[in-house]
């Protein structure tokens, strides 16, 4: 990579506006409700933005190029159907409870509403998740830098050895994530999450326009690429039939109300969120507002991998360093290069002798390919800034379940406020180590991570069914839900052991009980492992609610749908009201969906 | 709380778009054969720019409200708003 002068200003002075905002926020940090919530008193856009932004971590910006070069555009079902209908949901009929019911975290709404026992079931997890994707986003961001060179010429420069990039990397980025939420909290999290956003819009919007303007537009796009890559329901009634290897009851049951609800619903690293909202029909506003961008990223993040997998394939690498990269080239497809096999330096093969494509090199290529010096610094900022953003947001969830349900709840009952502040600092401090550890654990037990991953996603699976009964049928119990839990948990376990996705090995992939069902893809599988656990999670939460005690009426005001007034916006125009803004929501994402069927 | 945040991010935009259309005016031309011949650097630098400016002026200071002055508002205004919301429930 050839990165001049430019290029490395614009990093540095990225990285001089992310510490400014700790240390102009620092001031501010006087109580923990300031570091924890932000004091309650951020304006809904900036907590929209801040909600998005939160969740555009590498997984998105790298993984959803990834998918659209892969699977084509419909990969924006996992925007259109797999986040909008819960962002709107959550806002509209789940916010008056999280904001209303004045907890300061899911795990205490759920002890609010429930027991002791099921928050901390939920915060244990959720705390151990939340450490481990940081360490994951550590991770590959320490792994990019170094695959796409950044830092080579400063370490030759400064007769460094090249094997140390990835250590610098890790420690670097785990520094500057630390310093700005152990100064300004939440907030600090918040605001830098806010400049992310335009950030990534800002660096990746010239991006789509060079490349569309190249391929001939979103016609000539359609015309170089197979039809199934432009559509995104057509080919949806059948499994066989669509690039993802799902039908589409799998995919609107799995992804569009399990999977998505569950985590657009529940995931206190989002909801985080909109709890530091200033009012309630601005917390209620949060994720109406993050739905808006949230639909159009599409065409920010899916579109590169599309035009990337249509461009020819160079003979040549137009990267100037690392000259070793050309044979790669030739076996890739578009701009994507194949994966190496490290030992032999050759492209890896699958079984049918195909090589196998390194499909997150997508959207790094894609800049390689346009941005010259210049843009190129503020496009490499942007997807430095990406992964930044997904670990800021993960170790603010954490420091406050750390703080207020693990430390608080079972460690030390009756401090003082200062006390809860210092904690959650620490805590800070210790969750990055923690997410350190992690991204090293990632580099020597690849495994271990996908076995971690797997274990999180049945966990995270019958969640919301837990929350939906919780908020909406009074009689719900504190036994049922936890039971419930347990066995939806269970459920995707057993699910997980019996099926097998075709082709696949058996093990880390599933049937590792006996394979009893083959799915057409590991898709199809992931959304049915979690349709099983929600329903489980949801029968069972009945039934054992029905044979014990309920809690009396009175003590679930504010908790339960039936017993809470409901939130009045008569006196806010039109375009501030919930429900109105859902409505326009809904609409514009239906609109979308028949555009690009 | 205590800092508009449009205020960095507008200055943040302003420098990033004026170090673009600097080095988009000096830069040899030569380097924009990947960009499709276009000066992608003095385009969206000036892009850039203009956002930063609009972020700026939307929030600078009202008159008469030193920075100061505008954290003990902003923090009244805050519970202010909730006491409407609830009043009018």
Known sequence: ?597 | MGMDIRLPIGLMFAVFGLLLIGFGILSDKSIYERSLGLNINLGWGIVLLVFGLVMLALGRPRAGAATQGKDERNEKVAPACETSTRSEA
């Open chain 1, 1 to 597: 990579m050839n990165l001049t002068a430019i290029d490395w200003i614009i990093m540095v002075l990225y990285f001089v506006f992310v510490l400014g905002i700790g240390v102009a926020l620092k001031r501010f940090m006087k109580t923990s409700t300031d570091f924890f919530l932000a004091g309650r008193s951020i304006p809904a856009w900036i907590c929209g933005l801040a909600f998005i932004s939160a969740n555009l971590g590498a997984q998105e910006v790298i993984g959803m190029a990834a998918s659209g070069a892969k699977y084509g555009i419909a990969t924006s079902h996992f925007y259109w159907i797999g986040a909008i209908p819960a962002m709107v949901f959550v806002g509209l009929f789940m916010m008056p409870f999280y904001y209303g019911s004045r907890a300061r975290s899911v795990p205490e709404y759920l002890r609010l509403r429930f027991d002791e026992k099921t928050r901390g079931l939920n915060a244990i997890s959720f705390a151990t998740m939340t450490v481990f994707s940081s360490g994951i986003s550590m991770y590959a961001m320490a792994k990019l830098i170094q695959t796409l060179h950044v830092f080579d010429a400063p370490f030759q420069a400064l007769g460094l050895p090249m094997s140390a990039i990835f250590h610098v990397s890790i420690v670097l980025s785990a520094l500057i994530v630390l310093a700005y939420i152990f100064l300004g909290g939440l907030t600090s999290a918040i605001y830098n999450e806010v400049l992310q956003f335009f950030l990534i819009v800002a660096g990746f919007l010239p991006l789509v326009y060079l490349g569309l303007k190249n391929v001939g537009g979103w016609s000539g796009l359609k015309q170089q690429l197979p039809t199934a890559f432009t559509h995104s329901w057509q080919g949806m009634s059948s499994a066989h039939t669509n690039p993802l290897g799902v039908e589409w009851f799998g995919l609107v049951m799995g992804l569009g109300f399990v999977l998505s609800f569950g985590y657009w619903c529940t995931d206190f690293l989002v909801v985080q969120r909109a709890m530091a909202a200033d009012s309630m029909s601005a917390a209620r506003r949060t994720p109406l507002i993050a739905a808006l961008p949230k639909m159009v990223f599409p065409f920010l993040v899916i579109l590169p991998g599309l035009i990337a997998i249509a461009l020819p394939t160079p003979a040549k690498m137009s990267m100037n360093a690392g000259t070793q990269v050309v044979v790669e080239q030739q076996a890739g497809q578009g701009i994507i290069p194949a994966k190496i096999d490290e030992a032999t330096g050759l492209p890896k093969l699958d079984q049918n002798g195909k090589p196998v494509l390194d499909y997150d090199l997508a959207i790094p290529q894609m800049l390689l390919h346009y941005f010259p010096t210049g843009i190129l610094g503020l496009g490499l900022t942007a997807l430095l800034a990406s992964f930044m953003s997904g670990m800021a947001g993960n170790v603010t969830a954490f420091n406050t379940v750390w703080t207020y349900d693990i430390y608080h709840a079972y460690i030390n009952k009756n401090a003082s406020d200062e006390h809860y502040l210092w904690m959650g600092r620490m805590a800070t401090v210790f969750g990055i180590a923690l997410s350190v550890a992690a991204a090293y654990a990632a580099t020597r037990f690849n495994n271990i991570m996908d076995f971690l991953q797997l274990v999180f996603a049945f966990v995270n699976a019958p969640l919301f069914a837990t929350f939906l009964l919780g908020m909406f049928w009074k009689r719900t119990t504190g036994h049922g839900a936890f039971t419930g839990l347990l066995s939806g948990t269970l459920a995707a376990a057993l699910h997980h052991g019996l099926t097998l996705p075709q082709g696949a090995v058996v093990g880390i992939k599933g049937g590792w009980i006996t394979a009893v069902k083959f799915y057409p893809s590991e898709m199809a599988q992931n959304f049915w492992t979690a349709i099983w656990a929600w329903s489980v999670c949801f029968v069972v939460t009945i039934l054992v609610s029905l044979v014990t005690k309920p809690r009396e009426d009175k003590e679930l005001v504010g908790l339960v749908y039936s017993l809470t007034e409901k939130p009045s916006e008569g006196h806010l125009p039109w375009y501030q009201r919930p429900a109105w803004l859902g409505i326009v929501v809904i609409a514009l994402a239906l609109a979308l969906n028949i555009i690009f069927w």
